[in-house]
């Protein structure tokens, strides 16, 4: 790149939006144990790091409650420096903040639900809130040091319309996100509560200072099923609500015209790509413009409130704060419509009735229809209650003005509190709007809305991805020979996983993800299509089939699970929480483009919660934490893929160079070697100077799966490290450490497993021939690993023999080597990328934590021949999605490694730790940036280390969403 491009960076924090239940009556004891248990947690995180003073921890891990008018009843905020906390210790398990189930204490059960984000901070504008890290924005909001400043909250999900998204990405988000800061500074200027305010200031930047006790804005993004989280401060609902409107009414050309002035180079990068949004639209009738296309396919909204205002205790010294509070929210509000649902226990309707209505007075009780016994709370001011014939299933009086709902909602609590009410309810749900006869637009909006459809959709591009199923058994297609051939209950998993896979697809939400497995879910047909017309055991079918049918499960739980779907439930995957939509959007994307070129074409990345990393040939399966921490997809992605090149019946032939058929001669080369050893007539044992003269047996060593670890090694070698020696070595420690086969559980301790040691060490000799036993010790020095000198000079010995050049096995190894050298060679020009320009770019990117964006391959994808085939253009774009992705992976881990150097030690240490509380680094076990942890993970000690590996990592994860986004409608339509 040689023009510095305005981009996107990722801050080295975040925060924390977690959503949950809490039981009636047990409200404000309920959030106490929330608030001590995030407490703790930051006093367990700040314990080990006593030694770096240097990093102010004051605002983080400091929870903010807000009461919400939604299934879920509070909101918690807090600023975070890693994924770990919403990860593993925000949830429904930990009995140190719900109670103990043992011994029935365990009130407090409830619904949760993590919404993980990432702050975006832009460049190359005048607008400082671009300028702000996560911890300053929350500082200005909800962390103020004003108690109550902003005593209002509204939480909004915002889907980016996948019309414009497929092919944009990261641009088209960074655009939306500029917009939203330039729309909410004209609201600062115009919205009229606002005006009434600063009416008297007279001095812009003190006019907009004094704006902004009234309205503030938080952006994140999100790597759910909505692309970003926007939350908003105001003491008014009125100005929230109207510039939530705003936004939903907002157009591309809306967006042109807002930002053009500030923001063109943002604008110009969006516009290079070709009017895609009209190629999406050929096969459509409409007339289409792509200015009039709706910026978003979904909103959604909840409305809350500072929860400390809802305490109700006379005798706190707060109490006139609380007050101050109240009377600073926006008494010229219109009215508040609020809706109280109560789901009762069968038998306890009447009770719980009774108790409401003798304790709050001036409201009214009605039964409705739901989950039965279900009753409505509403005010009884304006109304007379109604009979339950005449309550429809939303309910909305309007009763009260925002001041007021807090005193009310007091009054609920206190009732709850006071009557048991957690006795008789199972759950609640409240809903809050506010009745506008006039919606406030900055005067750039006010213009008449066209007469169109402007949510474009992808009729031609379902068309291409879905498959009709015909319920016929005489039909002569696959339908109709599976209903014929196969078990009624696997022909009933199957007709079920592409039904739902076409309702994906017909998701205007969740198209983009669901179009990403379209070519798993052909080749899954087309090769079940296969099968019947072959004579075949039905054994066979039925594994394939439902071996198939089990990966499309799991793919489409990654999707589906924490999606708008399911946007009142909590979360209810086993495997991970919160949404990771964009997450394995990015890494599933990074897989298809590399077995587009080495390995099967639809094979696909999904989250599941094994502990290794590890892929057949239609899947690889990653676990969520690698999701956050991507050093080990990035370390193993290419051995994984080079694994399937082989079976044990059938050998690759490659267009470039014929590929080694190893495989049978291997087998019987293994058989005899062993023979040989048996009978004598090679060294069985090799003296080994470690053990004082004794032999170590080497047989062990050698078995059929090393042939495949070998030759996927090579791969790896070539491919991710670029025949970069010390990054190989360094990475591939790292992730023995963190792999689970490397340890053994001893007398109630975790020691190594020094037989797989010792396989892995031969296998790295085999890799590096030449390698020098002094670089292998200064990686594997561990006193517990028990690694010398003699054995390395041992296994050399072994090595040597076996590879000698009259060996089958030696042959094959010479083979196999040049063959991926050759290949090698074919993508990438020299031996080594390290002087690459475009590499070094990237680094920068990454060092930075920016997102590395797609433009210059872009083009090459957009401006391929109109006479070349489709298949060829695909292949042609699969060639550039390769070449990028291998070189950001590389970029990666050269970043990684050249940070955690520092100056003295580069070998990063390893750590046990003993329970799930973070251990303290003493000097005891050396200095380093970095530790991988035997159980898995890493463990940053300096907390400015962690914030710069906290971008790299997502500097990585958006650069390969960013590719992938882009280029997904070139390589998944015709």
Known sequence: MTKKEPCCKLDNNSVFLGLTSFPEGEEVPFVGQLTSFIEKYKDGWLKPREKHPIFKYDNFYIPKIYYLFSKFDIAVLSVIDSFKFPSLSFGSHDTRWIGDVKNNTNKNDFSHQVILSHTPVFDNTTNTNFHSTSEKLAKETFLRKTPFSFPLISITQLKLNNAILIGTGTDYTRCVIKLIMELFELFLIEHPLIKDKTKDINAEEEKRKEAKKYFDILILGSYSWHEITLLLFSTSYKIMLDFIISLRELDYGDMVEIIQSRHSEDLNKLNENPKLVEKLCENTEKEFKIEATHLFTSLVSSFGIDFDLLKNDEKSSMNEEIQDAINSIETKDTCINLLKRFSIKPGHTEHCANSINSDIEGFRVSVCSGRGGDLLLTHDSDKNGYDASEIPNHLELAFMSSADIVTHEKEILEAGKSRHMNEDVTSTYTMLSVN????????????????????????????????IIHFDRDSKDLVGKLLKYVPKVTVNRMLNAISKFNQGLKDRILFGSFSEISDFM???????????????????????????????????????????????????????????????????????????????????????????????????????????????????????VAEHFLSSTTYRKDKIVKMPRIIPELIKWNRNSHEMIRKGMLNKKIKDPSYNGKKTNMRNLINIHYFREIFADMFSYNFTFHNDENLFLYWYRNVYIMDSASWRKTKNKIVADKDYLMCFIFRLLSIRRDISPEKILRYWNEPEWDMDEGKIIAMKKYIDIIYGSGSIFGKWYREAEEYVKTLYRTYFETGNTNGDDEVKEMMKHMNEGEVYPFDIQMKSFINNPISKSFDEKKEENARIMFIHTLKLLYSYLSTIKQNSEDGVNDINKVILRQNDENIPIDDSLGRTKIYYDRRGGTYIPDPIDMGKYLQHRLSLIMSLYDMHTKSKYYLTSK
């Open 436 to 467: 506008n006869d006039v919606v406030f637009k900055p005067k750039i909006l006010k213009k008449d809305p066209p007469i169109r459809d402007g949510h474009v959709f992808f009729e031609n591009l379902i068309q291409d991805h879905a498959y």
């Open 522 to 640: 052909h080749n899954f047909i087309n090769k079940t299509a296969g099968y019947m017309d072959r004579d075949i055991s039905m054994v066979d079918i039925d594994r394939y089939i439902n071996s198939s049918v089990d990966a499309f499960e799991t793919v489409w739980k990654n999707r589906y699970y924490s999606s708008w779907n399911m946007n009142d439930l909590s979360d209810s995957s086993i495997e991970f929480k919160g949404g990771i939509h964009l997450l394995i959007s990015a890494l599933s994307g990074a897989y298809k483009a590399i077995t587009s070129v080495l390995g099967e074409k639809s094979a696909i990345a999904l989250v599941t919660g094994y502990t290794r990393m590890f892929s057949d040939q239609k899947t690889v399966h990653i676990n969520y934490f690698d999701l956050f921490q991507p050093e080990i997809f990035a370390t193993k992605v290419t051995h994984e």
